[in-house]
């Protein structure tokens, strides 16, 4: 099973400062990554696809990066509908597998 | 609009069983695969199942081989995820999912099963 390691678990930051997101892989999974946003109460969303690539509707503040077993997601400048938990997901083999999420808080 | 809707979520006990449903709307669910995925108590999403939009492959996560079966009903235009002998960590929020390519777009908003004597 490939194990998905977020880092760090919480980032406390301010409305309008940047938001840095890790992810890596315990082994290639190529670009094979998504990243997905997930508010209390609420459905999980579709954020990034293919490592680097924003599903439909997703603001151009959010952007990732990444291949082989390192991925970054990284939020420009944080808008106040931004703060939620953040997550990981490969698809490369089965069984699919996500991280173990990163909170982002308000500070 | 692309939506789904879960239902069947409730309290039972331990070595009991439940159904779920994932009720399509908007889309047709036979042309895709479909995923099950669930959040326990204070813990992250944890992958639990798929279908092909055929229905011939599934997969499973190791914990719930045996006891958890995905079907779908293309009359219905719905998921199901039949669980049995269920356990105490079966605790969790259930959501359905649509299948894109391997990933996960739209998800539904989920539905509670607790396992609980």
């Known amino acids: 099973e490939i194990v998905l390691t977020q880092s760090p678990a919480t980032l406390s930051l301010s409305p309008g400062e940047r938001a840095t997101l890790s992810c890596r892989a315990s082994q290639s999974v190529s670009s094979y990554l998504a990243w997905y946003q997930h508010k209390p109460g609420q459905a999980p969303s579709l954020l990034i696809y293919d490592a680097s690539n924003r599903a439909t509707g997703i603001p151009a503040r959010f952007s990732a990066s990444g291949s082989g077993t390192d991925f970054t997601l990284t939020i420009s400048s944080l808008e106040p509908e931004d703060f939620a938990v953040y997550y990981c997901q490969q698809r490369s083999d089965w069984p699919r597998t996500f991280g173990q999420g990163t909170k982002v808080e308000i500070k | 609009e692309v939506q789904l809707v879960e239902s069947g979520g409730g309290l039972v006990q331990p070595g009991g069983s439940l159904r779920l449903s994932c009720a399509a709307s908007g889309f047709t669910l036979s042309n895709y695969g479909m995923n099950w995925v669930r959040q326990a108590p204070g813990k992250g999403l944890e992958w639990i199942s798929f279908i092909s939009s055929s229905g011939i492959t599934k997969y499973y996560v190791d914990s719930v081989k045996g006891r958890f079966t995905i079907s779908r009903d293309s009359a219905k235009n719905s998921l199901y995820l039949q669980m049995n002998s269920l356990r105490d960590d079966d605790t969790a929020v259930y959501y359905c999912?649509?299948?894109?390519?391997?990933?996960?777009?739209?998800w539904g908003q989920g539905t509670l099963v607790t396992v609980s004597s």
């Open positions: 999912a649509r299948d894109r390519q391997g990933w996960l777009d739209p």
